[in-house]
């Protein structure tokens, strides 16, 4: 046990230290973007110029390189993103509003996919060398092979355009759920049931096209890992104990085929902000992705670094838990 405290002490030092560095690189890659983010102000000529030096100021556009450096990275650190010029509100409130939309629609992705994954990767490497196996991996390769904003503008074409299952933008709309949505339609949007509704109809494609994508590496990860455990001692010895089959594949090859598939999960989960850039902007749904783009097509750099930031502290936190993970389930790994 002390071994394993010692073990997390270590690497909470390693992902503090990692995300400090990474905060400076952000600060250097939007220091190095050409213009500031009051330039739109200053090239307005009924802009009032005592205004404009007061921005410069506030935004400190004229202290030197590395008290500006300074400043982002407390700010970032003591989570003070400023405010969003685009949005024209504090980044936070930005944020928090977005954030539960992306947690949704890619949380939710992200734990579908893996659920497939397991199911049908852990299927089909048992039963290895039939057409069920060949004709699952070709269609998994074929969906993960396809940009997303290619699905996503087919989804949206045959669905939403063509037939008119689903909406074509946003993440909720109240009165094209009561027009297309027959058995909450009397409910009213303030109604739970009906909000649910609406939301999950407004998630549905773009959760859809994320599973479509992602959903082959998982298979083929459960698949690899079903087959190298199939091969060890254990799994002979529990067949020769006249186990079943189904017995043998669930409570043993299975359970320990787990690990790659569990870490890998845990490190999806941090990459969810980032997955969302190109698939919220295709269905115009107004989550942490959408912004994000948004943010850096029109220099918002107080909103575009907070969210890069996020970004990374998820990724980093991902790494943790995945490397605490292996630790708990691996000793060997915390020498």
Partial sequence: M???????????????????????????????????????????????????????????????????????????????????????????????AALPRTLFLF?????????????????????????????????SLFFYNMPSFWIGLILLWLFAFTLDWFPLRGFSDPAWTAAHVGFVAGRGPNDVLFQIVDLVMHGAMPMLALVLISAAGTILLMQTAMLEVMGEDFILTARAKGLSERVVRRRHAARNAYLPVITSFTISLAFIVGGAIILEGIFSYFGLGYYFLRSIVNQDQFLAGALLWIIAVLVI?????ADVLYGVLDPRVRI
């Fill in 2 to 96: 002390a071994t394993l405290g010692r073990y997390l002490v270590k690497r909470g030092i390693q992902g503090v230290i990692t995300l400090l560095v990474v905060t400076v690189i952000i600060f250097v890659l939007f220091d190095l973007m050409p213009g500031t983010p009051i330039d739109r102000f200053r090239s307005d000529p009924t802009f009032d110029r005592a205004r404009l030096a007061h921005l410069n100021e506030t935004f400190g556009i004229n202290d030197p390189y590395f008290v500006r450096m300074g400043k982002f990275v407390w700010n970032m650190f003591s989570l003070d993103f400023g405010d969003s010029f685009v949005e024209g509100k504090p980044v936070g409130d930005v944020i928090s």
């Fill in 107 to 139: 949380g939710g992705a992200v734990v579908i996919e893996y659920l497939i994954g397991v199911v049908i990767g852990t299927f089909i490497a048992w039963r290895r060398g039939r057409f069920s196996e060949g004709g699952v991996i070709v269609s």
């Fill in 317 to 321: 936190f991902g790494n943790i838990v």
